[in-house]
């Protein structure tokens, strides 16, 4: 179950992406360090995670794929994470 803390924050996100066939396999959320949370996502094509550590978001995936892309940094804004991670993903479908 994703807590209430990740909804509130990338809610909209988790349904797009699981409307393109991921689905969520695992979250952890810690009020403790910074609201940091993680939540790994698999689906046909293959796993990621999302994290937010500090309040910058990050996409761990296939390193090459971001490489290739530009997507191996970390993002400061969720409207440009959130555009960033879904053009990935539909790369892969």
């Known amino acids: 179950m994703i807590s209430h803390s990740i909804q509130a924050d990338i809610g909209a996100l988790i349904a797009e992406l699981e409307a393109l066939g991921l689905r969520v396999t695992a979250s952890q959320y810690d009020a403790q360090a910074f609201g940091n949370y993680y939540i790994d996502l698999s689906g046909a094509s293959g796993s990621m995670r999302i994290t937010r550590d500090r309040g910058q978001y990050i996409i761990d995936a296939d390193e090459r794929q971001l490489r290739q892309r530009g997507l191996l940094r970390a993002f400061d804004d969720l409207e440009e994470f959130r555009v960033a991670?879904?053009?990935?993903?539909?790369t892969l479908i």
């Open 85 to 90: 991670v879904l053009d990935y993903v539909r």
